[in-house]
């Protein structure tokens, strides 16, 4: 099998699971109880807290621990808005984004915020200028991702950072799920207030993230109850969850100096589709990151394409799993300002650090096969 669909979600490592079990097992109590059981529970949390923060270079009371990056986005985008709402109503993302932040965005328009949401350019890219025009004394607050999850389009974070800094009033979130692992980013020096990740795509557990939430930020809960966690995402915390999360973490780190090694197999894979005259490339040139590689091959439907690779093992993907059983096209391409017949024929492949050069010898060769028949079919 060759698993090419890894910015929808990963394969747990083994060690992973390794801890994951073993915490379940032998720390079972929950944490906030005061016998033994209990305490021994909340010092691996504690533990777990203190290298997490020490991963991310931050403080430990500055880390919120979440079921993943659509709760973390919730938590980040509503509880920043619900909290602030006196000081301002206007908020910025862009186009591009994940449902997850789009979607919350469109949620507090009908509450009455005001959503600005930044046009992209063909590559996927913002414009900083538009940015600066649409920022405002009343803004609270600007969420902009990192990586996006179908094209691979990374955002120049901090230069972003450097302007929302500017108004006081206004806070900056970053969805950082595709990066984390793969494309660095210091949260100190891009000026990010808050920062989603999630475990289940970097080899971690599904319903397992965090939320970096900077001193002094604060949030309104979406979750009330005994208050763990600030207070801000009350319940009994995961904690063998949580100890696989952060385990993911260490491993996608120590992974990630192997970087060089991903971006010579997506120079493979792009200088191989570049010679299919059928096939359009939809990822950019210059700024992306070194595991997605996204096309169209017009004419063709995509789920078709990737039924037919199934059948020689290897998978794929088409637009965002959070998306991919609705709408034909692509929301992201279209927003590129994609023509239709490229926007609903994209194909995404996103690798992992297991991935080999085999693996995209392999897929290049079947992709062209494929390919080719379907062609044939459709005339």
Known sequence: MIYLDNSATTQPDQQVLDSYTKVATQFFGNPSSIHGIGMDAERLLRKSREQAASILDVNSHEIIFTSGGTEGNNLAIKGIALQHRNRGKHIITSTIEHPSVIEACIGLEALGFEVSYLEVDQSGFIN??????????????????????ETGTVQPIREIGEIVKQYPKALFHVDHVQGFGKVALN????????CTISGHKIHGLKGTGLLYVRNGVRLYSLAHGGGQERAVRSGTENVAGIVALVKAMRIAKEKQQDIKTLDKLQQKLVEHLQGNKRIVINTPIENKAPHIVNFSVPGLKPEVVIHALEQYSIYISTKSACSSKSSDESAVLIAC???????ISGLRVSMSYHTSEQDIDYLCEKLDVVIKNLGKVMG
């Open 337 to 343: 300002g994609k023509e239709r017949d490229i926007a």
């Open 128 to 149: 900083i200028e538009t940015l600066r025009k649409e920022i405002r004394e009343d803004t609270i607050l600007v969420s902009i991702m990192h990586v996006n999850n």
């Open 187 to 194: 949260l100190n020096d891009s000026h990010i207030d808050l």
